[in-house]
């Protein structure tokens, strides 16, 4: 079967075309724009496309004909009339969203789901899982949406591994992508109120989460969450205490970090029998992965924050290293601006220079108006030192100064394709230097 996924390079639809590779499927795909994610695709081994049109795809139909059309949420977001989507339509072929395909590889081959939802934390989380259950070489297939770089090297997202039992999923709650599947086993990092393009209300994001944990068989959270969602413990729902002394045998930097690894330990050690210290110890050597506090120079370092509680949390993480923290931030959408601007307030106090630049633009509401860098300022506490920035030469030179200096440069970015994050990387020599 020849599965073309559209959107190849996003962090949910590019690990999916990795697994259904692996699995046995012909896969190719498309993209808008190159990233570093369709590179590594390409390393892969996935024929891929830049650019999204129909001269394009009814190519790749004439020379091998396409069974199954999977899709980013995101595109059909964008453009509901989209030429692949609507070349699928004229030429009956199978569409269809990620879910549908990840449940198919699932069902088809027998595989215990462990799903990691959550606001926050999502990805480094499930990457945590993997990384115990490599160590303890038990056999899986998952889907996480970055790089773990020390498992054998610059591995990629996606994996599918035939003699698995179990599929550990990073479960977006965008496009109420994780209401599609019944987990064997679910972990809640948070449950903080996102995507309000797809959740009008708080309420209805939190009754989301609340029929998501129906939907499993066994669900592992915080109190803070427990009481948020109106959620009692039960035989299918284990209630942890956040404050543990457990987490202090964690040895990761970050409250955060620790937390999600405690939520991550008593899980598995629920399926696997395995005892605590154990999985702690192998906890407490996970490397990380990409684009969370990734150290990219000397005192330089990219993250995937977007949002005031992520952003809090990576600060502290920074402050566990330094008391001299200065933040870079590219807000992730203007949509999300809307929403957040007043929550800003004093997310930024614990930098002592905050550069703000111009949000990074997806799925935009064009009613909106477009919030500049000097109008969120505004919303900053009087505590907060901020300017607006560009991502241009000036901005290269104030990061190296202040790394320089001494001082922890965190860079904040949740975008993709030229983001901050890409941005940063393609100038890695100046950094360097």
């Given amino acids: 079967m020849h599965i073309y996924f559209s959107g190849i390079g996003g962090a949910g ?55 199954w059309i999977v899709f980013s949420s995101a595109i059909f977001y964008t453009n509901p009339d989209h ?32 799903a990691i939802a959550g606001t926050h934390g999502k990805t480094t989380t499930t990457a945590l899982a993997i990384w115990i259950l490599k160590q303890l070489n038990i056999p899986i297939s998952y889907s996480v949406g970055a790089k773990i770089t020390a498992l054998t090297g ?22 109420r992508n994780f209401l599609s599947f019944k987990p064997f086993l679910s972990i ?43 959620v009692e413990q039960n035989e299918n729902v284990t209630v942890l205490n956040q404050g ?9 930097a970050g409250l955060h970090n620790r937390q999600n690894a405690f939520l991550v330990i ?18 407490s050597q996970f490397p990380g992965l990409s684009r969370r506090f990734e150290k990219l120079a000397p005192n330089i370092y990219t993250d995937y924050a977007h949002t005031p509680e992520e ?21 992730l959408t203007n949509r999300r601006q809307h929403y957040m601007q007043d929550q800003y307030y004093d997310t930024f106090e614990p930098a002592k220079q905050v550069y ?30 901020a300017v607006a920035a560009k991502k241009d030469a000036a901005l290269i030179d104030i990061i190296k100064k202040h790394a320089r200096n001494g001082d922890i440069v965190v860079c904040l970015a949740g975008g993709g394709g030229g983001s901050l994050d890409e941005w940063l990387r393609a100038n890695l020599v100046q950094l360097q230097t």
């Avoid at 724009?33 to 004439?62: A, V």
């Fill in 356 to 385: 703000w630049l111009p949000s990074y633009l997806a799925r935009e509401d064009p009613s909106q108006s477009v919030l500049t860098p000097d109008y969120l300022i505004s919303k900053l506490s009087p505590k907060t030192s």
């Fill in 266 to 283: 008593e899980a598995l050690g629920h399926i696997i029998g395995l005892n605590r210290d154990k999985l702690t110890e192998l906890a």
């Fill in 13 to 67: 639809i590019g690990p999916l075309a990795l697994i259904a590779k692996q699995a046995g499927y012909e896969v190719t795909g498309s993209d808008l724009q190159p990233s570093s994610y369709t590179e590594m695709l390409e390393q892969k081994g996935i024929k891929l496309h830049i650019g999204q049109t129909l001269e394009q795809i009814t190519s790749e139909h004439q020379v091998h004909p396409i069974d």
């Fill in 154 to 175: 610059n591995i990629a997202m996606g994996q599918f591994d035939s003699n698995s039992q179990y599929f550990v999923y990073e479960c977006d709650e965008f496009d």
């Fill in 83 to 114: 030429a692949e989507l609507q070349f699928a339509k004229q030429h009956n072929i199978r569409i269809s969203k990620r879910d549908e395909c990840i449940n198919e590889i699932i069902d088809r081959h027998h595989l215990k789901l462990i």
């Fill in 311 to 331: 952003i809090t949390a990576t600060l502290q993480l920074a402050h566990e290293l330094s008391d001299n923290i200065v933040a870079v931030y590219e807000p």
């Fill in 244 to 252: 543990d002394g457990h987490l202090d045998s964690i040895k990761l």
């Fill in 188 to 230: 809640i990092t948070t449950s903080d109120w996102d995507h309000h393009d797809i959740y009008p209300t708080y309420e209805d994001y939190k009754q989301a989460f609340k029929q998501f944990i129906n939907q499993s068989q066994k669900t592992f959270l915080y109190q803070r969450d427990a009481n948020n969602l109106s």
